[in-house]
């Protein structure tokens, strides 16, 4: 029989056989990220995040994982249960620590149940219900795991799910200007009355990857991302050490778009590449008319465009991106509660609540930019 270890400590693992269990397409389950996280202060036991990755071995081979964390709350996952976590503490009981199957901080559709053989995958999660009692946790989630991974889980796992703008190339786009022939005449009109403000205003943009960039280019960007972080009052959870350690281990899987103006760095957006998929990810600077879509979007666009990737994920939210190309798109997590009684109360909350989010995808597909006879201008 398999044997079960939590692991608080990614870093006692050699990356190689943490990598071996998955295909690499996705930045954000390397282990060069995820260890990278814990080794330069960005999970914080004060902030809620306390490692307890799930592995599972054949003697002295690791044949299977999930990265997780045990959470003394809720923050930083993109998939809110604070109606949960309250219904708990009206009947007196404690919610947390919960343990969670998750990137940290990182709303990202990506492989979750990592193992070379998938049909491990259901062998997994059974390892991980029959190990969660010893951790003393009300429940277990897995937060935007892939389609793919979905017939791993059983009826006991809720599952809920939401809605992303993401951009797709489905059409075989070469370049900008066909993305934008693509488009309707008011949306095509828009994006490019946007791209001029920017371009009026004597701004230019330099695509800097983690292989290439200098000590002051990372500056730059982490000054950019604590700015974002400190006008909306939050805490800023990535250390510059850590945005150092993605260079220098990711390389080419770090790309910033640093925008320029008068030869002097004001904003830049941050994205982690995949195999095929860029991954928008932190975006800070001046705010100057139009420079965040810009910064945020069209590049990320031109980009994919001209490296051959084909998805773009700009992040979690944002009815906004529907204008600019991104259309929706439904992304997932699953639930497992210890109180069968809870569960079963929450199943038809779960059913109601993916209903309404079905709803609202029908709704903003009536709304996407995208032209069908019209011809371009």
């Not at 809620?48 to 999930?66: D, F, K, N």
């Not at 200007?177 to 946007?194: C, S």
């Not at 957006?269 to 800070?284: F, H, N, Q, S, V």
């Not at 906004?320 to 699953?334: C, D, E, N, Q, Y």
Request: proline letters at 5%; one cysteine or more; aromatic letters at 12%.
């Amino acid at each position: 029989m398999p044997q079960i270890r939590f692991l608080e400590d990614l870093q006692t693992l050699p990356a190689t056989q943490w990598d071996a269990l998955h295909d690499g397409s996705n930045p954000f389950v390397s282990h060069a990220f995820l260890s990278g996280m814990e080794q330069h202060g960005c999970l914080r036991e004060d902030w809620g995040w306390r490692p307890q990755h799930l592995t599972l071995w054949e003697g002295e081979t690791l044949v299977g994982a999930i990265p997780g964390y045990l959470k003394e709350n809720s923050h930083g996952e993109f998939v809110f249960d604070h109606a949960w976590a309250n219904a708990y503490a009206r009947h007196g009981r404690d919610y947390y620590p919960k343990w969670l199957g998750a990137v940290p901080y990182s709303p990202v559709t990506g492989p979750r149940l990592l193992a070379a053989d998938p049909a491990t995958r259901a062998t997994l999660l059974a390892a991980l219900v029959e190990a969660l009692p010893a951790l003393g946790v009300s429940s277990a989630h897995i937060n935007f795991h892939r389609a793919d991974e979905e017939s791993a889980f059983g009826t006991a796992w809720l599952l809920r799910e939401d809605i992303q703008f993401q951009w797709q190339n489905s059409s075989g786009w070469q370049d900008f200007e066909q993305f934008l022939a693509a488009m309707n005449h008011k949306h095509r009109k828009n994006i490019r009355q946007e791209r001029n403000k920017v371009a009026r205003q004597g701004i230019c943009f330099r695509v800097v990857h983690g292989d290439e960039a200098s000590r002051a280019d990372l500056q730059a960007m982490y000054r950019f991302y604590l700015q974002t972080f400190l006008e909306y009052g939050n805490a800023p959870a990535l250390t510059e050490p850590f945005l150092r350690h993605l260079a220098s281990t990711l390389g080419r899987g770090l790309v910033m778009f640093l925008a320029e103006q008068d030869g002097e760095p004001i904003a830049g957006a941050l994205c982690l590449r995949g195999r095929d998929t860029l991954y928008g990810r932190y975006w800070g600077g001046a705010t100057l008319p139009g420079l965040h879509f810009e910064a945020c979007y069209y590049q990320g666009i031109e980009y994919c465009l001209r490296e051959g990737l084909t998805r773009f994920e700009p992040g979690a939210q944002g009815e906004h991106k529907l204008a600019r190309g991104f259309l929706p798109t439904v992304v997932r997590s699953r639930h497992w509660m210890a109180d069968a009684d809870f569960a079963d109360a929450l199943r038809p909350w779960c059913a109601q609540e993916r209903a309404e989010v079905s709803r609202y995808h029908r709704e903003l597909a009536q709304h996407a930019p995208y032209r069908h006879e019209e011809p371009a201008d």
